[in-house]
T-cell receptor, first 115, second 116 residues
Framework: AQSVSQHNHHVILSEAASLELGCNYS??????LFWYVQYPGQHLQLLLK??????LVKGIKGFEAEFIKSKFSFNLRKPSVHWSDAAEYFC?????????????FGAGTQVVVTP | GAVVSQHPSRVICKSGTSVKIECRSL??????MFWYRQFPKKSLMLMAT?????????EQGVEKDKFLINHASLTLSTLTVTSAHPEDSSFYIC????????????FGSGTRLTVV
């Protein structure tokens, strides 16, 4: 069975600081990897995804993530956070052979950005 | 881009009553939709996979008789919480697979169910 682990449940950063959120997964086969963001009061939005190819994936709003197969990791990064990046971030994993869209989600990381 | 509309966004119901939540794909056909439940301060848990024209596939531990799923058309899936109890209070989210789209997978805005 798949599982997804997000290392930090709560992260507090100053504006302009760099952000890195960890995500590790457990699955024996080929996976599709995603990061979603949920702003307060809003629904989930896709930040970026990895299916194959270049393991460094660039998403919206200046976010990027790197797939390291040997480490079963897909960490999310942003060089300089803005106050508007305060949100909850979810890593999700889907088996590439499974019904596309059937995901396991991590527990989420709440990001707080201070002035 | 692909849009999934979920309705209602909030609903309060009395214990013992049933509540229906709709999930519509507005500009694409979705042969497969997914229903998730999000507990407070926790992640999304997949409840079931809704397949157009056939029975839904439920995840382990999800009561199929309590959470009835119907996917009668390529653009509509419904989740009915039957004989709701306070412990069913939660945030329910649907998603649909946009087979031809770049995003591939779009979430609805969710339904906050409160059972009193």
């Amino acid at each position: 069975a798949q599982s997804v682990s997000q290392h930090n449940h709560h992260v507090i950063l100053s504006e302009a600081a760099s952000l890195e959120l960890g995500c590790n997964y457990s699955y024996g086969g080929t996976v599709n990897l995603f990061w979603y963001v949920q702003y307060p009061g809003q629904h989930l939005q896709l930040l970026l995804k990895y299916f194959s190819g270049d393991p460094l994936v660039k998403g919206i709003k200046g976010f990027e993530a790197e797939f390291i197969k040997s480490k079963f990791s897909f960490n999310l990064r942003k060089p300089s956070v803005h106050w508007s990046d305060a949100a909850e971030y979810f890593c999700a994993v889907g088996a590439a052979t499974d019904s596309w869209g059937k995901f396991q989600f991590g527990a989420g990381t709440q990001v707080v950005v201070t002035p | 881009g692909a849009v999934v509309s979920q309705h209602p966004s909030r609903v309060i119901c009395k214990s013992g009553t049933s509540v229906k939540i709709e999930c519509r794909s507005l500009d694409f056909q979705a042969t497969t939709m997914f229903w998730y439940r999000q507990f407070p301060k926790k992640s999304l848990m997949l409840m079931a996979t809704s397949n157009e024209g056939s029975k839904a596939t439920y995840e382990q531990g999800v009561e199929k008789d309590k959470f009835l799923i119907n996917h009668a058309s390529l653009t509509l899936s419904t989740l009915t919480v039957t004989s709701a109890h306070p412990e069913d209070s939660s945030f329910y989210i649907c998603s649909a697979r946009d087979q031809g789209g770049a995003s591939g997978y779009t979430f609805g805005s969710g339904t906050r169910l409160t059972v009193v």
